[in-house]
């Protein structure tokens, strides 16, 4: 017997998935078209090797970003989604060990990560061929994308073994993630500038953002960059595999049942109408059982609230603090703080719409609850209005947290240094933008949340397939001209060009993907919810054509 057949058998069939190859094709070409869009569009006075530098930490930051969010959308439902459907069971029916399944799940989900950051590697190599990078740093930079994956998705398999729901998995992992990386490196900045706390740079080898700063030059060839970078690779190192070892001793214990609570004394019936919150449920007893649940949970809910806070402590003291660059920097925390508190609703928006029909299809409870008298048009309804009533208040909110920034920019323009009106515009459209777009994009969303998760897709890749048809777009676009931005090839009034250019797309985007999926499931929901959705796997005309001989009909055509 091997000696993890689990994973090898994994690897075996990584290496004949066709997602395999795609995914790594993909992002060898993104990676490159992302290289020579930023080449092309360069027309500034920068010099060959910052033109190579700038390349470089695009590329690195993209990377970056792949590798820290992986365990979100990859592990975190690999051990919840067997719990909840009995199969973890099966598999310590073997003399299979939990370290053996923790290993196994870790590779049937992480491979293609796996392979999708090895082939960005070599195309951070190009700006060495260029000039202005050294091989010690594309390495150094390389060890630590392996390294912050490697901690992800560890950090994704043990929450997974520590939550029995897929959105509390996700939501778990989003938060250790959002902890170490965020929140603690604006923390170190806030007692560095504004506490005036000497040392607390040092605190950053906890955080992979600190990793991953180390490994420039510009850090590294410090008198104390070495010590730091490599205490901070072999700190993610130990703690990836720390939680690891947790999820596979943890496992063999979740096999066993779980104690079963008291039995309460039976209540008697009341007569009259079934209530919700003592109001009568009258039309709709699907929206009823919507509305027992209360999202965001508390959890998530702190994690909201935090970053809430966050924002208004930044923005409070950019209007307190004297005009310097510490009052920029403030203003620019809480804006960012504003943009994450957008990002994570909407991708709460994303999970929660396909939550519900996600598991109600898998179950088979969806076809039962339409041999009832409930119609397609009133399930969908339902599950629009629930969402509504769990969002709708914080999408209020962020849209008064726009209105507060922008009211704090028209107040202190002279503070901010914004009185030149040109900069006032831009935040202006910037700040009205963003929530207007925030409600077309709870919209398309909820509607293209409920589409994906009736297509028969686990919960977390009908997730991860929502927020890339709606929201990928609009941040390749914002990524891709914040480094064009960068090498200088962008005029102040080209800023205002682009954004008015990007809010009509996105805002046309929404709106084409919330009414082409509405009227999607309006015409197809019952095939959708009985699994009649064509398979992917079925030949292309154009492979059928070029499976046969010349001259020979297809199969299905009326001269066969």
């Known amino acids: 017997m091997p000696l993890l057949p689990i994973v090898e058998r994994e690897m075996r069939v990584a290496a004949r998935r066709p997602q395999t190859h795609g995914l790594r094709l993909l992002a060898a070409v993104a990676a490159i078209g992302l290289a020579f869009v930023i080449f092309a569009a360069h027309q500034g006075p920068a010099s060959t090797g910052q033109l190579s530098k700038l390349i470089f930490m695009a590329l690195s930051v993209l990377a970056f970003g792949f590798s820290l969010l992986a365990g979100v959308f990859l592990t975190a439902d690999c051990i919840c989604s067997e719990r909840r459907e009995g199969t973890l069971e099966l598999l310590f029916l073997t003399d299979l060990k939990g370290y053996d399944i923790a290993l196994g799940k870790l590779a049937a989900t992480s491979l293609v990560a796996l392979f999708a950051l090895l082939a960005i590697v070599p ?21 630590a994308l392996l390294v912050t994956l490697v901690f992800s998705l560890a950090t994704g398999l043990h929450c997974s073994s520590r939550c029995r729901d897929t959105r509390s998995a996700m939501a778990a992992t989003f938060a250790v993630l959002l902890l170490v990386t965020g929140v603690l490196f604006v923390a170190v900045w806030l007692l560095e500038e504004v506490g005036r706390v000497g040392g607390a740079a040092d605190l950053l080898v906890l955080s992979p953002l ?7 030059d510009m850090h ?6 070495p010590a730091r970078y490599w205490t901070s690779v072999s700190i993610f190192t130990v703690a990836a595999i720390a939680q690891l070892a947790a999820a596979s001793r943890r496992l063999p214990g979740l096999t066993e049942p779980e104690h079963a609570a008291e039995p309460e004394a039976p209540v008697a019936p009341r007569p009259g109408p079934l209530t919700f919150r003592g109001v009568p449920v009258l039309g709709n007893p699907y929206l009823w059982l919507l509305r027992r649940e209360r999202y965001p949970a508390q959890p998530v809910g702190l994690m ?9 402590v930044c923005l409070i003291a950019s209007g307190l603090t004297s005009r310097g660059n510490t009052t920029h920097i403030l203003l620019v925390i809480a804006m960012f703080s504003a943009y994450a508190l ?8 994303a999970a929660q719409a396909c939550r519900r029909f996600t598991e109600d299809h898998q179950s088979g409870a969806l076809e039962l609850l339409l041999a009832t008298s409930l119609s397609p048009i009133a399930l969908l309804n339902a599950q629009r209005q629930a969402l509504w009533e769990q969002f709708g208040g914080w999408l209020k909110l962020l849209a008064v947290v726009n209105g507060l920034l922008w009211l704090a920019a028209l107040t202190g323009q002279e503070h901010y240094d914004m009185d030149d009106g040109e900069t006032l515009l831009i935040f202006s459209c910037f700040f009205v933008g963003g929530a207007v777009l925030l409600f077309l994009d709870f919209h398309a969303l909820s509607w293209g949340g409920m589409a994906e998760a009736l297509r028969g897709k686990r919960q977390h890749r009908a997730v991860l397939s929502t927020l890339a048809r709606t929201l990928l777009p609009g941040w390749v676009a914002i990524f891709v001209f914040v480094f064009i931005g960068i090498s200088g090839s962008v005029r102040e009034e080209g800023i205002l060009t682009f954004y008015l250019v990007w809010f009509l797309a996105n805002a046309l985007l929404a709106v084409v993907t919330a009414s082409g999926r509405r009227r999607e499931l309006l015409s197809n929901f019952r095939q959708l919810a009985a699994g009649d959705v064509p398979s992917r796997s079925e030949p292309k005309p154009w492979q059928s054509l070029a499976a046969r001989p010349l001259g020979e009909p297809a199969a299905n055509s009326p001269s066969a």
Do not use: C, N, Q
Request: charged content about 10%.
């Open 123 to 143: 195309v951070l190599g190009l700006p060495l061929l260029i000039g202005g990078v050294t091989g010690g740093e594309v390495g150094r930079v390389s060890l």
């Open 210 to 216: 600190g990793m991953f700063l180390g490994a420039l």
């Open 220 to 225: 590294y060839t410090r008198s104390d960059g």
């Open 304 to 312: 909201l609230w935090l970053v809430v806070a966050l924002w208004a």
């Open 342 to 349: 957008h990002v994570m609703v909407k991708a709460l928006v």
